[in-house]
């Protein structure tokens, strides 16, 4: 097929703790926000997907597509939540994009949401460590900071990756954050202060570690003919890739390499025309410190093994050579687990536009977003650009 | 888009409450019967959908996509699940549909899945009761019997229906159901037996209700070109449609037309080239008897409050003018709610084959399938077909 297709319109909440905001609230602020960005009517909207990765445990309640639709005043339209634990929201972009392809809608919206901060810190974890194999892994209390603290103790082991070396992912996270308005975290660190914050799970550190966060985001994907018709500054989905691997971590190769992203990486570039290489900018699922530099390798910016000397050389930096995590990452702008993947479709487009403020990426011509379910069972990564082909 | 998709195998587990098997066993049964029905290998599937409402709050897993392709051996492939409550089966078929048409797969499984019966009745109550909306509905005590109840009792204000034109259904559909190999109930009753039945939420009875099951099935689907290489007895998809309606049902401008299925059903007919009359038989979303009369209206088998009748002139029965429900519907065949939807495309795929056995509808060229989300928030309806066009 060749279609092309377009993002004209992205909006967000602020991701952070918020009591006095539902579910509700925050998708339907999303929404509200994204359909003002666009400059388009509701009733121009023709379907509905949104990733959500557990209401069910969270807030008790199924059904989101039609939810969302409702709380939008979208009622009618075909509406349909997608899940793949924390790379729902990629997968909601993804679904959305296929189905403008498929010839069904011209106007679509991808969302995604969580409200994670309703339930206590306990029930959370439990929820959290469903994106992980249920009997082989959080039955026997591997819980996710476990499971990532598996993967870092063996990449040092194999690469010689440092501790430091991850933390100054954080250092790099948190500062492009301060940089975020919609950021959950503001505040920057020192290295010393992520080295000596309270042990996680050895060798992670609090620091190393993604928040728990509510937040909701949306972006409005069209076809060419549509964008062209609605929009004079559509950014264009030009790559989609997604893959799967064994859910439990323990049935892999290796542990430090996620297959599942290189396989969606690869067919995200191929479709794209373009390789690693040619990308000017990344947001990358860096749930913990050590995700990010597993991310940079899966995704071809450096040799498998040398994501931490990259970070260390500071190539990913706002200012390096290829800036990652612009927006602060999952590390600081925060992680409502099934918005976080739309989120990244929202700074990408907010790049490419050069609306991104203090923390634009000079010259952003190509953007790429890396979005991880679990521990690598899902990954799923697309190519956005400012020309459509 | 012009591309055709055809299904290419069909396979399910019995329905049932099986003490002995768990979520992974259920749906790997159904992959294998369907990949062996096909008579492919499983490294010909290129990508997976898989409906499933609440594994979350049934068994604290998610990341479903991923769990069913693991357990499948199909690692790798994009794997997503998709969820609109008791219609999440429908939309992973409409997904699955959509991605071949979309153009990044040939080959595709659709898949669905629940294991219901590892809580208590209490903690399924709640679960379900997620299918509607919980701020409006669920909190207030509202569970779906309640809900069904005000649809029935408004539809016998508006239309002169009575309790006995519903159990009529039960009656019919657990008769079909004695001749399914598959259904939970092979039980017959009679239409005192179902009026006397124990009352659950007035007027419906317990014989109104489709039962807890545990079951999974699937189907592959594939391209044209595909499916005339790799299949001599394809069924081919020619129609699909899917439409929201508000969450609540206090929203809506009547409790007993369901807006959703009109929509769908419309959507799905137009694509198909079809009216309502040249269908040959349906698979509809009986949850409750009250549903089925919806449906038949919804789908236009007959006028808006018709329904009462038609079932009772024997219209809707194995060898009526226009048989609902061969398989036994959710009532007597069971609901597993993520299954469900798939399993009727099961049922559409061997009606279309022959291959129904006893319960085998004469001439079957044309049929449908309807599946509903919570109290018609989803409604997703596909049209199968013998020939390609």
Redesign the interface.
């Known amino acids: 097929?060749d279609m092309n297709v377009a993002v004209i319109g992205a909006g967000m909440t602020r991701f952070g703790e918020f009591w006095n905001m539902?579910y509700?609230d925050l998708i339907t602020e999303a929404g509200v926000k994204t359909i003002k960005d666009a400059g388009i009517e509701g009733t121009e909207i023709e379907a509905?997907y949104v990733g959500s990765?557990?209401?069910?445990?969270f807030?008790?309640?199924?059904?989101?597509?039609?939810?969302v639709?409702?709380n939008s005043g979208?009622?009618?339209?075909?509406?349909?939540?997608?899940?793949?634990?924390c790379a729902s929201g990629g997968?909601a972009l993804r679904?959305a994009y296929?189905?403008i392809?498929?010839?069904?809608a011209d106007v679509v919206v991808a969302a995604g949401v969580e409200k994670m901060t309703d339930v206590s810190v306990e029930h959370a974890t439990?929820?959290l460590?469903?994106?992980?194999?249920?009997?082989w892994e959080?039955f026997h209390g591997a819980t996710f900071p476990a499971l990532y603290a598996l993967m870092a103790r063996r990449h040092m082991i194999e690469y010689g990756t440092t501790e430091e070396q991850m933390a100054m992912v954080a250092v790099k996270n948190h500062h492009n954050g301060s940089l975020n308005p919609n950021a959950q975290f503001k505040r920057q660190f020192k290295l010393e202060d992520v080295m000596s914050s309270a042990p996680v799970a050895d060798p992670l550190k609090l620091l190393d570690c993604s928040p728990i966060t509510d937040g909701a985001a949306a972006v409005i994907l069209a076809s060419e003919e549509k964008a062209k018709e609605m929009s004079d500054n559509p950014v264009w989905i030009r790559g989609?890739g997604?893959?799967?691997?064994?859910?439990?971590l323990h049935?892999r190769k290796s542990l430090c390499r996620v297959?599942?992203a290189v396989?969606a990486a690869n067919t995200a570039y191929k479709m794209a025309g373009v390789k690693a290489g040619d990308i000017d900018f990344a947001e990358v699922h860096d749930c913990f410190t050590i995700a990010e530099l597993m991310a940079v390798e899966s995704l071809g910016f450096c040799k498998a093994g040398e994501g931490g000397r990259l970070t260390e050389d500071g190539e990913t930096a706002l200012e390096g050579r290829i800036p990652v995590n612009a927006s602060g990452g999952l590390k600081a702008k925060g992680h409502p687990v099934g918005a976080t993947g739309v989120a990244q479709a929202v700074e990408a487009t907010m790049q490419l536009r050069g609306d991104a403020g203090k923390r634009q990426v000079k010259d952003a011509q190509l953007g790429l977003t890396h979005n991880v379910?679990?521990s690598g069972?899902?990954s799923v990564v697309h190519v956005f650009s400012r020309e459509v082909k």
Chains 1, 2 share one sequence.
């Open positions: 097929m539902s509700r509905l990765m557990t209401p069910g445990l807030i008790e309640q199924e059904h989101i597509g039609a939810l639709a409702d979208l009622q009618g339209i075909p509406a349909t939540r997608v899940e793949a634990a997968l679904e296929l189905s392809k498929a010839g069904v439990v929820a460590a469903g994106a992980g194999d249920q009997e959080a989609s997604q893959a799967s691997d064994t859910l439990a049935d297959e599942s396989r379910g679990g069972a899902t």
